[in-house]
């Protein structure tokens, strides 16, 4: 209930103090205003009472808080000061109770809203001053923000007012006896130290965005926002000088300003602050452009034409140059504006073209980074880019444009849930803010960019992995055609001379040729044993024979003497045999690894098929792999062996103990064994 009091009796105390000035100045003429050197008062007071508004709405949320604190003072000086200024018109003739005190609040207490800028810029939106490096600097930006305030208290009248309304009037309710001359140079001195205070403390804003994290600099960048509102409406004072219109944008700057502090302190992540300021940015820089124009073309106009034209022909001409030629213009201004200062993030199409032109005109990978890097970076405006995509084999292929800075923004780049590389940006600067629709159209672009690239990567690992299976392919016919011609053909030659000589030893001496006989039989085994390994190279018969379960089993009774193997499988049999070879030389090979280095006195093999793939799992209880320990032939086959298949092969070592060798199989999960053979039948 406390903390909802304090916001209504902030916001009850401005809308009672505004219509009060409202309604003094409608009991004062304007003689009485122009006499007393006063305006109406109740526009002050209403800019008052729209910076307390949401001043009160952040103190709602965050009670006590030092920045809405400040702003409900801020706000309720410029309150009291509208009502002042009525007050001071109205009371002034009619010798009413309150006037001196009127003139003094004015003249002498109002200087606290600079001050009070100051003391919100610092305090923003941590609700304390800068820590570290920054606070001395702070605490001597607050003494000079304070100064001017400080010194109007004790100037005397004579200094204060360069002429008073009415000789009786006195202010003087502090002040001291100095003289005119000291009094005057300590009021520009503390003047100058005033305004430098709000220069200092935007620098000190600048500083602390540049160390600040993401959640902070979000926060600062709603109130620099707010500062280029600010600057606008400035701008405009300066070129229409005092008058409603001026008023009016200095009410809309102020009060924008206010709620832009509001909402960085509330909910810094309620709008995209950053296409916020890239947009008010655009728009400004386009403002001023034209406003240039504008006042040109009204200056030539005014030149040529004279007045040798009435009111309705000036009109029409005016019309037919807008439609004709001046509207055209401007867009094309506008559209040039935005270019120069955030590059061609808007022209969303324009930018998907362009990127597509240039990945067409590059051709190795090598070319086509550099080439992404330097298109983000013209096209985006950002000084600094990094781009990385992932290669197949799990290194990283980089390329970066212009100087990498402090401070940068990192953003994966995912394909179907998996991250295919990485975008660096720097991360200050006002061209290296992003919106989320500048992010969103960065990481499409990218993205595409970057799986196109890595798509050139993996056609060349498959252009590689062909030329490594035709290599492997005519490596292993060498080795057939020699294994035949100088192993079996030799045996195969000598079997036939030993039962030539055989038949020719029958009729004379018939024990040397049973002799020859038993020679030759015991070659044509060797022969056969041959014959054999070069089929089981091949393919292992156990496949054909038995079945890639029974065949996984045979493998456990082999090495059962050695430990105790348990083997768990699903149904497999329609697996291609690719698979099934690739499983079965997995399983082998991790058993004879188990029994010659592990220590292991279980181990289980399991073989679980998917629709998609075969996961073969071989754990055993055993000392595991020691961390320092190079990966042998035996482990690099394992891998190779899921490679080929286009699948993956892990060997891990588990909290509990022992090693863990898992692999992934992918198939065709319509392919059948007969489809199989079909096949190769027909390609026969």
Known sequence: MRARAVPLALVATAVLVTVAAGYVDTLTTSAERAAAHAQYGVVTALIGALITLPAAVLLAHRPRHGVGVAMAALGLVWNVDGLAESWMAYSLDRDLPGTDFAFWFVARFGALLVAGLVVILLLYPASRLPRGRLRAPAVATLACALALPLALQVAPDSVVFSELPVAGIDTEFLARPLPDAVA?????????????????????????????????????????????????????????????????????????????????????????????????????????????????????????????????????????????????????????????????????????????????????????????????????????????????????????????????????????GERVGRLVLASGGLRSMLSRRDQGLLLDLVRQAAISIRASMLAEEVQHSRERLVLAREDDRRRIRRDLHDGLGPVLGGVGMLLQAADNAVPTDPERARAHVRQARSEIRDALADVRRLVHDLRPPALDDLGLEAAVRQQAERVGSELGVEVEAGDLARLPAAVEVAAYRIVAESLTNVVKHASATRCLVRLTPHPDHLEVLVADDGRGIAHDVVAGVGLLSLRERADELGGQCQVSCPETGGTEVRAWLPYDGTATHETIRRDDAGDG
């Not at 709603?222 to 300066?238: P, R, Y």
């Not at 213009?329 to 324009?350: E, H, I, K, T």
Request: glycine residues 10%.
């Open 184 to 416: 005057t140079a300590l009021l520009v001195v503390c003047q100058i130290a005033t305004m430098l205070s709000v220069v200092a403390s935007l620098v000190l804003l600048v500083l602390r965005h540049r160390g600040a994290g993401e959640l902070e600099r979000r926060r600062l960048r709603w109130l620099l926002w707010g500062g280029i509102l600010c600057a606008m409406a400035v701008l405009v004072l300066v070129v229409v000088g005092n008058g409603d219109v001026a008023t009016f944008f200095l009410a809309l700057a102020v009060v924008t300003t206010a709620c832009s502090i509001t909402v960085g302190v509330v909910r810094p992540d309620l709008a995209d602050v950053d296409a916020l300021v890239a947009g008010t940015l655009t728009y400004a820089g386009v403002a001023v452009v034209v406003a240039g124009i504008d006042l040109a073309v009204l200056a030539v106009a005014n030149e040529v034409l004279g007045e040798s034209l009435d009111e309705r022909d000036v009109t029409l001409l005016v019309l037919i140059a807008a439609v004709g030629i001046y509207g055209p213009l401007r867009a094309w201004l506008g559209s040039g504006v935005r270019r120069l200062l955030f590059g061609r993030r808007g022209d969303r199409y324009g930018v998907v073209t362009t990127f597509a032109e240039r990945l067409e005109r590059t051709g190795s990978v090598e070319e086509q980074l550099p080439a992404l890097a330097r298109a983000v970076a013209s096209t985006f405006k950002v000084p600094y880019v990094r781009v990385e995509v992932i290669a197949p084999d799990g290194g990283v292929l980089a390329a970066e444009h212009g100087q990498q800075p402090d401070g940068t923004n990192d953003l994966d780049i995912a394909y179907r």
